[in-house]
């Protein structure tokens, strides 16, 4: 069974960083993308970073040129540098892997992460 297992979230003045990691275990036979989310309450998940197996990124434009996403293949983890966070950034952080298994390809969510941003 895959696990997603989620770590760095916490409370940060605006202008300070953080760095998300999501650390993938369990039988993975491929990768073929993971991502962050974030949903406020009452909200839908809203896309913050994704990166596939190639290596293609994407950002949403509230945090381009702020937060870069990578990844090690050798550790199936996946990183979020969160740099210059505003307030407008708090909200809870949900890893997102597209990963091939067993079962095929399949998509998996992590617990989530609270990320705060005081003023």
């Known amino acids: 069974q895959v696990q997603l297992v989620e770590s760095g979230g916490g409370l940060v003045q605006a202008g300070g960083s953080l760095r998300l990691s999501c650390a993938a275990s369990?039988?993975?036979?491929?990768?073929?993308?993971m991502g962050w989310y974030r949903q406020a309450p009452g909200a839908l998940h809203e896309l913050v970073a994704a990166?596939?197996?190639?290596?293609?990124?994407d950002y949403a434009d509230s945090v381009k040129g702020r937060f870069t996403i990578s990844r090690d293949n050798a550790k199936n983890t996946v990183y979020l540098q969160m740099n210059s966070l505003k307030p407008e950034d708090t909200d809870v952080y949900y890893c997102?892997?597209?990963?091939?298994?067993?079962?095929?390809?399949?998509?998996?969510w992590g617990q989530g992460t609270q990320v705060t941003v005081s003023s």
């Open positions: 369990g039988r993975i036979f491929g990768f073929n993308a």
């Open positions: 990166i596939t197996g190639g290596g293609k990124t």
């Open positions: 997102n892997a597209d990963l091939q298994t067993r079962m095929g390809r399949t998509v998996y």
